[in-house]
């Protein structure tokens, strides 16, 4: 199962509102993560099960979607949030998307 | 707390082989499945290997499968890779990550490690 994050890259300001969608090339049901990942850092989860919020993560951040189409939300850009987002699709082993850079505009 | 110390990188020759390591504390270790994810310098994440909570279950990556191996040892909270045959596209940042399940596959990693550089190069 292939994914496809759009876009690859994404300028934005503090307290934008910004999407970020992942593509699965197959229907995955709901068997999909969110995770950040931050330079030099370890990449940590924000969603799971397409729009479950794990715990401790800031409630601006939401996840939608089922099947094959899904999406990141950020309601209102912090500064800590210019970081890598990446989607893992889980249905069948754990296929990640390549990646979308958030960076400052 | 939740802590995952990984170990065992270093600079390999291409051919070689290589067994990397993941100290797991703060958890029962037994209960959960384990992952391998790595990352080649300057790219994204790849999903390597995953491991079921008794062991029994392993999964692979096509890039991987045939020359590493996935395993685990409860009794000392420990993840294992080995990786044989070795190339240069081998060559990344390899972090150990703890199930959200027991099961190795539809589990997503709710912790990760700091990760142990793997470099393969003559």
């Known amino acids: 199962i292939q994914l496809t994050q759009s876009p690859s890259s994404l300028s934005a300001s503090v307290g934008d509102r910004v999407t970020i969608t992942c593509r699965a090339s197959?229907?995955?049901?709901?068997?999909l993560a969110w995770y950040q990942q931050r330079p030099g850092k370890a990449p940590k989860v924000l969603i799971y099960?397409?729009?479950t919020l794990q715990s401790g993560v800031p409630s601006r951040f939401s996840g939608s979607g089922s099947g094959t189409d899904f999406t990141l939300t950020i309601s209102s850009l912090q500064p800590e949030d210019f970081a890598t987002y990446y989607c893992?699709?889980?249905?069948?082993?754990?296929?990640f998307g390549q990646g979308t850079k958030l960076e400052i505009k | 707390e939740v802590q995952l110390l990984e170990s065992g990188g270093g600079l390999v020759q291409p051919g070689g082989s290589l067994r990397l390591s993941c100290a797991a504390s703060?958890?029962?270790?037994?209960?959960?499945?384990m992952t391998w994810v790595r990352q080649a310098p300057g790219k994204g994440l790849e999903w390597v290997s995953s491991?079921?909570?008794?062991?029994?279950?392993?999964?692979?990556a096509d890039s991987v499968k045939g020359r590493f191996t996935i395993s685990r040892d409860s009794s000392k909270s420990t993840l294992f890779l080995q990786m044989n045959s070795l190339s240069a596209e081998d060559t990344a940042l390899y972090y150990c990550?703890?199930?959200?399940?027991?099961f190795g596959s539809g589990s997503h990693s709710d912790y990760w490690g700091q990760g142990t550089l793997v470099t393969v190069s003559s």
């Open positions: 703060g958890f029962t270790f037994s209960n959960y499945a």
């Open positions: 990550a703890k199930g959200s399940s027991s």
């Open positions: 491991i079921s909570a008794g062991g029994f279950s392993t999964y692979y």
């Open positions: 893992q699709q889980l249905n069948s082993f754990g296929t």
């Open positions: 197959q229907g995955i049901s709901n068997f």
């Open positions: 099960a397409a729009s």
